[in-house]
């Protein structure tokens, strides 16, 4: 398997305060990543380090193979051309139909118009939302907004997906047509990071997972070996898969 992305030591400093530090860890093509850990570890940071957002303070990130800390602006682009990010937040164009944030992506790579809003339309119609093509994203629900962020990320296709908390706020059933949205789109020629808080929906979906904790990467692994795990905040940041483990040994 190629590998799709790799970090070597690196360290991020927000405000002179140290959040990540000397992380290595490597992804390969194929593999779907659990990043998990207690809120404000620096998970979110990961993902916009990856997708070139910001700049480590330290140490070396390859995307596709490719070192990106000190990439030429458009040669980082071409890399991020192949990423979908999905933000918490949704970050849908406020000021575009529901449409024309879907259809966004593919006009960015030089597909006509025609093309992309017919492969706009077939994919909401396949996530069940004909109806929000013509309306804002301040005129539809909360669950809707996901779904067409969600939209906007797989209708070009990356070869590497990034999930920042894709149910937050969102009821069960609504969370559970998202798991399904990602599921589909998983296969063996892509690969997908996910960072939640639903631990048993996000281990359904990786073979997996990566634990950050006091600005490292403390466990990278299997959920089998989670009983291997000594670090006690670790343990009771899982203790209800430990327990449940436990009960069924």
Do not use: H
């Not at 790799?6 to 000397?22: A, C, G, H, T, V």
């Not at 994919?123 to 069940?128: G, M, Q, R």
């Not at 990320?153 to 559970?176: C, E, Q, R, W």
């Amino acid at each position: 398997m190629n590998s799709i992305i790799k970090f070597e030591n690196l360290s991020f400093k927000l405000n002179n305060e140290l959040i990540l530090d000397k992380i290595s860890f490597e992804i390969k093509t194929g593999e779907n990543i659990s990043l998990i850990g207690e809120s404000n570890t620096g998970k979110t940071l990961i993902l916009k380090l990856i997708s070139g957002l910001i700049k480590p303070t330290s140490g070396e990130i390859y995307i596709f193979n490719k070192k990106i800390t000190k990439i030429k602006e458009n040669k980082l682009f071409e890399i991020q051309k192949e990423i979908g990010l999905l933000f918490q937040n949704n970050a849908l164009f406020d000021d575009k139909t529901c449409l024309e944030n879907i259809t966004f992506p593919l006009l960015r790579r030089n597909v006509t118009k025609s093309e992309a809003e017919k492969k706009a339309k077939e994919i909401l119609k396949n996530l069940n939302l004909n109806d929000v093509e013509d309306l804002y994203p301040d005129e539809i629900s909360g669950g809707m907004k996901k779904r067409v962020a969600l939209a906007r990320m797989i209708i070009f296709k990356p070869k590497l997906y990034l999930f920042d908390d894709p149910t937050a706020g969102l009821d069960p059933v609504t969370s559970s047509k998202i798991y399904k949205i990602i599921k589909n789109n998983q296969n063996k020629d892509n690969s997908s990071i996910i960072i939640s808080q639903d631990l048993e929906k996000i281990f359904n979906l990786t073979n997996r997972i990566l634990i950050l904790e006091n600005k490292k990467i403390q466990f990278d692994g299997l959920k089998k070996d989670f009983d291997k795990i000594e670090n006690e905040k670790i343990r009771n940041f899982l203790r209800i898969w430990l327990l449940r483990d436990a009960v069924e040994a």
